[in-house]
């Protein structure tokens, strides 16, 4: 499962920029990662873990701008086409991570 959250956020005054950093660096230390200046992402390993870090997130929201949480599978995720330019790039594999029961 992957977690993409969209945003468009005002940074007009200082306590703007200051918000859109604030929410930004919550996203990084939440483990997501950027996919474009606007537009992070984070693979879960189920949908419960996918529900923690967008509730951590929905928690991080600040008081103006839109915000966007979308969910896909990895095969969803999977089927994207990503091009620099016009040469096609690799799509970014999920990490493996050690699970202890």
Known sequence: MW???FFDLPTETRTERKAATRFRKNLLDD???MFQFSIYTRFC???ENAEV???RTKNALP???K???MQVTDK???MIELFHGQ???ETEQPVQQLELF
């Open 3 to 5: 977690v993409l959250v």
């Open 31 to 33: 483990g997501f990662g």
């Open 45 to 47: 390993p189920s949908r």
């Open 53 to 55: 870090h967008i509730k």
């Open 63 to 65: 008081k103006k701008g």
């Open 67 to 69: 915000v966007g949480i």
């Open 76 to 78: 969803q995720f999977g």
């Open 87 to 89: 040469k096609e790039t």
